[in-house]
């Protein structure tokens, strides 16, 4: 979905004029897309008929092309189908439980929550109340070391009631506490029962459903019967990074009329997102992302050494610190996916595999030197690359390529410390954004 529109859009703003003929066109092409995301057929046409109205009037709004208005009508008309407006999550102490059918992500995003609310300066416990599948509390046991979470659970006790109480009771010093319920294959009269007698006892402020994306427009369905059920307070998509019925899956929780609010972006912890229909929208037409990135980046780089970075000197130390960050930030492909105007930039994957491989040596070389070395670069010499270079298994001339980068590199910071680049243009917009937050 995500490619096929940008694809739409940018074949669109490539035309010379922007009449009716390829103002059909494109909404012919978003059609084709939606459709094959699996979102509902009358969803879609709705949609394109908002769409058609809205772009062929024949007063523009000052300012705008008769194209720049089109993507325009295009993006805001998305935006409505897909939510309106941002998640909003509530920094404060709360019980969530997460419910949802057999392996849609529940003990996964347990952990990407946990993860979330600690960054957020709360402390969280979790509770594995799954007394259907043997290796379940095992696997969040696993999944709490990783993100350093206490999680209760009884591997004995066959009521999951039970064992909400007994967890109640051990975490009851937490900011956040997150239950992790059973699975199954379809919404029975089991499962209903059993879901609401946890919720008896735990009286959980979020009651999040966790669907799996690739589920598209039955999505509906599901939420709604959930809903019946127990009272959501929300849903929580998961998958859409390997999904291609995800936007299927997101209109369809809107027209249940239930709140999605996050997004499961991966298998890891840190891919959570707080939906944000703009922002998706943004991504999905490829206009880029920049918010996104900066969260992320504000995530990743430690205030205090990213402001030694920009005063101080830039020598090794800081240099590994960077690499360190950029690694935290995730793969190239998708920081770039996210830069504005990189999206649509297509990067062969080979070059970014090339990078990445570059970035794993320059650690091991890092790792090879002296303290010495790292905070006066200038000491390094012929004897000393030899030596580095056996030490982190790298060629000698690897090494010296790798300091010819440092090199390039520090002129560059210095230029952005006094220069232009740092006080106008869209570097310094970013780099203003990251350091104003921090
Ligand atoms: N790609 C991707 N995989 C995910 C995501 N969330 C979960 N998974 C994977 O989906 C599978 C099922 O995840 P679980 O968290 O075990 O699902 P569950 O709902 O707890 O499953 P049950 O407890 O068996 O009902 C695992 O292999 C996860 O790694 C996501 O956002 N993206
Ligand atoms: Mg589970």
Same mark, same amino acid.
């Given at each position: 979905?995500?490619?096929?529109?940008?694809?739409?859009?940018?074949?669109?703003?490539?035309?010379?004029?922007?009449?009716?003929?390829?103002?059909?066109?494109?909404?012919?092409?978003?059609?084709?897309?939606?459709?094959?995301?699996?979102?509902?057929?009358?969803?879609?046409?709705?949609?394109?008929?908002?769409?058609?109205?809205?772009?062929?009037?024949?007063?523009?709004?000052?300012?705008?092309?008769? =194209?720049?208005?089109?993507?325009?009508?295009?993006? %805001? @008309? #998305?935006?409505?189908?897909?939510?309106?407006? !941002? &998640?909003?999550? $509530?920094?404060?102490?709360?019980?969530?439980?997460?419910?949802?059918?057999?392996?849609?992500?529940?003990?996964?995003?347990?952990?990407?929550?946990?993860?979330?609310?600690?960054?957020?300066?709360?402390?969280?416990?979790?509770?594995?109340?799954?007394?259907?599948?043997?290796?379940?509390?095992?696997?969040?046991?696993?999944?709490?070391?990783?993100?350093?979470?206490?999680?209760?659970?009884?591997?004995?006790?066959?009521?999951?009631?039970?064992?909400?109480?007994?967890?109640?009771?051990?975490?009851?010093?937490?900011?956040?506490?997150?239950?992790?319920?059973?699975? =199954?294959?379809?919404?029975?009269?089991?499962?209903? %029962? @059993? #879901?609401?007698?946890?919720?008896?006892?735990? !009286? &959980?402020?979020? $009651?999040?459903?966790?669907?799996?994306?690739?589920?598209?427009?039955?999505?509906?369905?599901?939420?709604?019967?959930?809903?019946?059920?127990?009272?959501?307070?929300?849903?929580?998509?998961?998958?859409?990074?390997?999904?291609?019925?995800?936007?299927?899956?997101?209109?369809?929780?809107?027209?249940?009329?239930?709140?999605?609010?996050?997004?499961?972006?991966?298998?890891?912890?840190?891919?959570?997102?707080?939906?944000?229909?703009?922002?998706?929208?943004?991504?999905?037409?490829?206009?880029?992302?920049?918010?996104?990135?900066?969260?992320?980046?504000?995530?990743?780089?430690?205030?205090?050494?990213?402001?030694?970075?920009?005063?101080?000197?830039?020598?090794?130390?800081?240099?590994?610190?960077?690499?360190?960050?950029?690694?935290?930030?995730?793969?190239?492909?998708?920081?770039?996916?996210?830069?504005?105007?990189?999206?649509?930039?297509?990067?062969?994957?080979?070059?970014?595999?090339?990078?990445?491989?570059?970035?794993?040596?320059?650690?091991?070389?890092?790792?090879?030197?002296?303290?010495?070395?790292?905070?006066?670069?200038?000491?390094?010499?012929?004897?000393?690359?030899?030596?580095?270079?056996?030490?982190?298994?790298?060629?000698?001339?690897?090494?010296?390529?790798?300091?010819?980068?440092?090199?390039?590199?520090?002129?560059?910071?210095?230029?952005?410390?006094?220069?232009?680049?740092?006080?106008?243009?869209?570097?310094?917009?970013?780099?203003?954004?990251?350091?104003?937050?921090?």
């Amino acid at each position: 979905m995500f490619d096929k529109l940008k694809d739409s859009i940018s074949k669109f703003a490539k035309l010379g004029v922007a009449d009716k003929g390829a103002v059909e066109a494109l909404i012919k092409d978003i059609q084709r897309t939606l459709i094959q995301s699996d979102v509902n057929v009358k969803l879609v046409f709705e949609l394109s008929k908002n769409i058609k109205e809205k772009a062929l009037k024949d007063d523009l709004p000052a300012g705008l092309t008769r =194209r720049e208005h089109v993507v325009d009508i295009v993006y %805001k @008309e #998305l935006v409505e189908f897909l939510g309106k407006s !941002k &998640a909003e999550i $509530k920094l404060e102490k709360q019980k969530i439980l997460l419910l949802g059918l057999f392996g849609s992500g529940k003990t996964t995003t347990t952990a990407k929550i946990a993860k979330y609310y600690l960054k957020h300066g709360l402390s969280v416990g979790a509770i594995s109340c799954d007394t259907w599948r043997p290796a379940a509390y095992e696997q969040l046991k696993t999944l709490g070391k990783q993100v350093k979470i206490e999680v209760y659970g009884d591997a004995k006790e066959k009521d999951p009631v039970k064992i909400v109480k007994e967890g109640l009771k051990k975490l009851k010093e937490k900011d956040i506490i997150i239950v992790d319920s059973a699975g =199954r294959s379809a919404i029975d009269g089991e499962l209903a %029962k @059993e #879901l609401k007698d946890i919720d008896k006892i735990l !009286k &959980a402020d979020e $009651k999040l459903l966790v669907m799996s994306g690739d589920i598209g427009q039955a999505a509906e369905k599901q939420a709604s019967t959930f809903n019946d059920l127990v009272g959501l307070t929300g849903v929580i998509v998961t998958k859409m990074d390997s999904s291609a019925k995800g936007g299927g899956a997101l209109s369809a929780c809107h027209a249940a009329d239930v709140n999605v609010k996050f997004l499961g972006m991966g298998e890891k912890p840190q891919d959570l997102e707080i939906y944000d229909p703009v922002r998706f929208v943004s991504r999905l037409l490829g206009m880029g992302d920049l918010e996104t990135l900066l969260e992320k980046a504000k995530e990743a780089i430690d205030p205090e050494k990213a402001m030694d970075i920009m005063k101080g000197d830039f020598d090794l130390n800081a240099f590994y610190d960077q690499i360190e960050s950029t690694k935290k930030m995730g793969s190239f492909s998708k920081i770039l996916e996210m830069m504005p105007g990189m999206g649509n930039v297509k990067i062969p994957k080979d070059m970014l595999d090339v990078q990445e491989e570059k970035m794993v040596k320059w650690k091991f070389m890092l790792d090879s030197m002296t303290k010495e070395e790292k905070s006066k670069p200038d000491v390094l010499n012929r004897q000393r690359y030899d030596r580095i270079s056996k030490g982190s298994g790298t060629k000698p001339e690897d090494v010296r390529d790798f300091i010819k980068h440092y090199d390039q590199t520090k002129k560059m910071m210095k230029k952005f410390k006094g220069g232009k680049m740092f006080k106008r243009g869209p570097m310094a917009k970013m780099f203003k954004g990251m350091m104003g937050n921090m």
